[in-house]
């Protein structure tokens, strides 16, 4: 797939493929948010707290994908990434990658 195509779908709703890529993102982000308040809850944190964390997991790598095919997408890539969006995408992600990377983080 080109740059021009990736960028028409991620970035130009008013086609097919954008509409369902926005719906395909926001039903992601819905998900991902209802998952995170799932493991907010003891009882079910306890009983489900591997397989959230894996759906977290899953989350975090499409929604990585998802920004840096942004960032391939456009022609000034640096004004995407500093762009409130921009910032807003990439501490969408971060926190998992923080845990990750120190795991004491996580409570």
């Known amino acids: 797939m080109t740059r021009e195509r990736i960028h028409q779908i991620i970035?130009?709703?008013?086609?097919?493929?954008?509409k369902a890529f926005d719906i395909a993102l926001l039903i992601a982000i819905l998900l991902s948010?209802?998952?995170v308040m799932l493991e907010s809850v003891e009882s079910i944190q306890q009983q489900y707290g591997s397989l959230?964390?894996?759906l977290?997991?899953?989350?975090?790598?499409l929604f990585t994908i998802e920004y840096f095919l942004r960032?391939?997408?456009?022609n000034k890539p640096l004004k995407y990434i500093f762009s409130s969006m921009g910032i807003i995408d990439l501490l969408a992600i971060l926190p998992t990658y923080l845990i990750f990377t120190f795991p004491n983080l996580h409570t």
């Not at 970035?11 to 954008?18: L, S, V």
């Not at 977290?56 to 790598?61: G, L, Q, S």
């Open 71 to 74: 960032i391939y997408s456009i």
């Open 11 to 18: 970035f130009e709703a008013d086609t097919p493929k954008g």
């Open 33 to 35: 948010v209802l998952v």
């Open 56 to 61: 977290e997991w899953i989350f975090t790598i």
């Open 52 to 54: 959230l964390i894996s």
